[in-house]
């Protein structure tokens, strides 16, 4: 009996996988719209390749509130690296790339040896903190698909809220999940206001962790909007409250920034 049932269960997924392949998802024009509004009220239609945001941080871990610097560099749509420094002598620094072809990352704390990033927690937007460097900029990308969930209140704020997911070419379905970003928009500005994904434990890429990243005052920067509060939050509470104090734009960042040693 338990050699049918799993039998049937292989069989079952099997079918899912094929079906997927066979009637891959596509995008909606709503969606689309939405998003590349979004990035056209952001940029202002001029081009992005790097940026970099000093800031003032405060790190929030439980009951344990520590102040102090922060340096957060992104560039293209696959590469970002946040170094902290905080008034107590901790410094973390945490990194996304592409090794291998694949998308990756690691971080380290204090003067300890990098820590890979399991493969499943690598596929969301690499640049969080910088959404004119996100997915929303990938509506001509065939592996991306977005869609129009609809016109809803978030955290007391109305929004239009799309999501975005990848799908590779040999239609693996797990990956729609682990790639899924949802982006609340301003209706009136198109700017982002939240921006929520999923995060995993090392060991368990089934298992869900809510992340979501808050954005307010945004500025003009040589006429691109750059968000000068950010909040960066898991599982329903801060982790990391950021307020920009300058910002550069397309410095050339070379790729060995975002590699840590």
Not at 8 to 33: R, W
Not at 118 to 129: G, L
Not at 222 to 227: A, D, E, R, Y
Request: aromatic content about 6%; glycine content about 8%; proline content about 5%.
């Amino acid at each position: 009996m338990a050699r049918s049932v799993a039998i049937s269960l292989v069989s079952v997924a099997l079918a899912c996988c094929a079906a997927f392949a066979q009637n891959p998802p596509v995008s909606d024009p709503a969606a689309v719209s939405l998003a590349q509004s979004a990035v056209a009220a952001l940029t202002g239609g001029a081009t992005i390749t790097d940026v970099t945001l000093n800031a003032s941080v405060t790190s929030v871990l439980g009951a344990d509130n520590q102040s102090g610097s922060g340096t957060l560099m992104a560039k293209g749509t696959s590469e970002s690296r946040v170094n902290l420094n905080l008034n107590n002598g901790e410094t973390g620094s945490d990194v996304r790339n592409v090794a291998n072809g694949q998308a990756a990352g690691a971080w380290k704390k204090n003067s300890g040896a990098p820590v890979a990033y399991a493969a499943h927690n690598c596929w969301t937007d690499a640049a969080w903190f910088f959404p004119a460097l996100s997915s929303l900029t990938q509506t001509a990308n065939p592996a991306f698909v977005f869609k129009y969930i609809g016109k809803e209140q978030h955290e007391g704020l109305n929004t239009q809220h799309i999501r975005v997911f990848q799908v590779p070419a040999g239609g693996v379905s797990l990956l729609q999940h682990l790639s899924t970003v949802d982006f609340y928009l301003d209706p009136a500005s198109a700017l982002p206001l939240a921006i929520a994904f999923q995060v995993h434990p090392d060991t368990d890429a089934g298992r869900d962790i809510p992340a979501e990243i808050r954005l307010a005052d945004y500025r003009p920067i040589n006429g691109i909007l750059v968000p000068f509060s950010i909040q960066q939050m898991l599982n329903g509470g801060v982790i990391l409250n950021i307020t920009v104090t300058s910002a550069v734009l397309n410095s050339g960042l070379p790729d060995s920034t975002f590699n840590l040693q």
